[in-house]
């Protein structure tokens, strides 16, 4: 069973970055591609960034294009997400999360396992 803890997350200005980290124990994780969603209060939980298994395809949701990167480490068995020239619409709790598919997957439907989550605020 693959477990997935979220950490990194707080209260940052406008224009500010913060990087969260995803740390996974349990079973096999440099054979899962990972992903970023995230749940603004009143919303849906939306797709952030994906990354294949290797880590040498990514994929973003526009609106963090240029301002988001994901990444991922085998050795720490860690995936990251560093966000910098932050917004207030960015506020959210993160959650990291592992698919079983192939490719990078972009569906809350395609992932198996998932964090706790992590809260960030942007203030304006």
């Known amino acids: 069973q693959v477990q997935l803890v979220e950490s990194g997350g707080g209260l940052v200005q406008a224009g500010g970055s913060l990087r969260l980290s995803c740390a996974a124990s349990?079973?096999?994780?440099?054979?899962?591609?990972m992903g970023w969603f995230r749940q603004a209060p009143g919303k849906e939980r939306e797709f952030v960034a994906a990354?294949?298994?290797?880590?040498?395809?990514?994929g973003y949701t526009t609106s963090v294009k240029g301002r988001f990167t994901i990444s991922r480490l085998h050795a720490k068995n860690t995936m990251y997400l560093q966000m910098n020239s932050l917004k207030p619409e960015d506020t959210a709790v993160y959650y990291c999360a592992a698919s079983q598919r192939a490719g990078i997957p972009g569906y809350e439907y395609e992932y198996d396992y998932w964090g706790q989550g992590t809260q960030v605020t942007v203030s304006s």
């Open positions: 349990g079973r096999t994780f440099s054979n899962y591609p």
């Open positions: 990354i294949n298994w290797s880590g040498s395809s990514t």
